[in-house]
């Protein structure tokens, strides 16, 4: 069975950071890229950032680029979002997702397994 949990999320200040988990079981971590989407309330689900499966190569949506670290662990089966300088433009639901290939374009519908979400909210 394949799980996804994300963890770390909460109710932070402007410009406080915050560390992402999502910890997985039930397929093979190492062999997948791995990323981090968001949905704000209202708005559709949008990338974040990603990283290959060997965690050598990483990507980053323009909005986090320079903010942002996404690492992961595959001893641990584990991937992280280290998000530093938050802004209340930052809250939203924050999903974590496997995908079988490094596509050129990122797409939602290239991932093949998803959590159910962390929420982060950043007051102003």
């Known amino acids: 069975q394949v799980q996804l949990v994300e963890s770390g999320g909460g109710l932070v200040q402007a410009g406080d950071s915050l560390r992402l988990s999502c910890a997985t079981s039930?397929?093979?971590?190492?062999?997948?890229?791995m990323a981090w989407f968001r949905q704000a309330p209202g708005n559709e689900r949008e990338f974040v950032a990603r990283?290959?499966?060997?965690?050598?190569?990483?990507h980053y949506a323009d909005s986090v680029k320079g903010r942002s670290t996404i690492s992961r662990d595959n001893a641990k089966d584990t991937v992280y979002l280290q998000m530093n300088g938050l802004k209340p433009e930052d809250t939203a639901v924050y999903y974590c997702a496997a995908g079988g290939q490094w596509t050129y374009e990122v797409r939602a519908t290239t991932f093949d397994y998803w959590g159910q979400g962390t929420r982060v909210t950043v007051a102003s």
């Open positions: 039930g397929f093979t971590f190492s062999m997948h890229v």
């Open positions: 990283i290959s499966s060997g965690g050598s190569v990483t």
